[in-house]
């Protein structure tokens, strides 16, 4: 048998985070730690409520409704209104099968894309982040007004040097004019022949208008790609079996089961591009071991790095199993 426990833990953005849906200052989470024998596997659970996973309470609640030794059929039994804790249970059982944690991302070759900060931000702290490498940039959109918002990309887009691709993320915030307005304003710039390249733009309307986003993606040039409306396998498989075949935007961490997200994507071929939820180390190196595998299209990943007040990751890790 395999013994379990676990460590929540909280780390604070910094800065925070600015998105259509609020501002994120804090991210919580648990870090679960698998013994059998010698090896040792960890997981992580990190929810998003907000895209419909459990809550972190939640998943507390189900780690200690657990017995202190799971088996494997505890594990790929749990329940699908848990997706975060399939993930990390799921994740900490692959990990320790392959005999103890890579405590390092995997190298994978992919690139990475960074997140750049809602608002006029974004046009003074792109260039560092060129210098550091980065060529793919996501710029939160629908936090601001649109015609600010608006000024503020037609300037980045031109001075972001030839190659560099932009993604814009609504967080579902726009209406459908202002996606409209949205998708007419990228059309036009990438006509033009811009500097930058505009990839997609993430989740431009709510959930529930699918068939609107369906239909501007058949209207404009520019992509569309998913993100809150196929946060989880339910429902990536409800908008695959609908007709989307845009890209879709999946984070792992709140996907649910691996083995299932891998089959998932391996069957359907799907054009994906993956994201984090700003997880730490132990849920980022699981994540980006899928993305490795999954990324049919090369697309970059989005886990550029969010600036922790945590520097070392390694050494915060350790120290968490020391606390208590
Ligand atoms: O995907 C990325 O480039 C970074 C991660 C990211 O943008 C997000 C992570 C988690 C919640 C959201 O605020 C946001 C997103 O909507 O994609
Ligand atoms: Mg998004």
Redesign the pocket.
């Known amino acids: 048998m395999t013994q379990f426990n676990f460590r929540p833990y909280r780390r604070r953005f910094q800065p925070p985070?600015q998105?259509n849906?609020g501002v994120?200052d804090v991210r919580d989470g648990i870090i679960i730690r698998l013994t059998s024998d010698s090896n040792v596997g960890y997981g992580e659970i990190a929810p998003?409520s907000w895209?419909g996973s459990e809550t972190v309470e939640q998943a507390l609640d189900f780690c200690r409704q657990l017995p202190k030794e799971v088996s494997e059929e505890i594990i790929f039994s749990i329940p699908d209104r848990f997706p975060a804790c399939q993930f990390g249970f799921e994740s900490a059982w692959e990990d320790i099968n392959c005999r103890g944690v890579q405590m390092y991302a995997p190298i994978i070759p992919l690139a990475y894309?960074a997140?750049l900060p809602a608002g006029k931000a974004a046009l003074s702290t792109w260039q560092s982040l060129a210098k550091d490498g980065y060529s793919t940039f996501?710029w939160k959109i629908g936090v601001d007004p649109i015609a600010e918002e608006l000024a503020i990309f037609h300037h980045l887009i031109e001075v972001l040097p030839e190659g560099v691709k932009l993604r814009l993320?609504a967080?579902g915030g726009l209406s459908y004019e202002e996606a409209n307005l949205w998708l007419y304003n990228c059309d036009n710039i990438m006509a033009a022949g811009a500097g930058g390249e505009i990839e997609y733009i993430?989740q431009p309307l709510a959930v529930k208008n699918l068939t609107e986003m369906q239909e501007l993606s058949d209207y404009y040039a520019t992509a569309i790609a998913l993100?809150e409306s196929v946060a989880n396998l339910t429902q990536l498989e409800a908008c695959y079996q609908r007709g989307w075949r845009g890209i879709f935007?999946i984070?792992p961490s709140i996907a649910g089961s691996p083995s299932r997200l891998r089959k998932f994507c391996q069957e359907r071929k799907i054009d994906a591009v993956f994201?984090?939820?700003?997880e730490t180390i132990v849920g980022r190196q699981a994540a980006l071991k899928l993305a490795a595998e999954l990324s049919i299209n090369r697309r970059a990943v989005?886990f550029?790095v969010h600036h922790w007040l945590e520097e070392n990751e390694q050494t915060w890790l350790e120290q968490l199993w020391q606390a208590c």
């Open positions: 985070l998105t849906h994120w998003i895209f894309s997140l996501k993320d967080n993430e993100d935007t984070k994201s984090s939820v700003f989005g550029g």
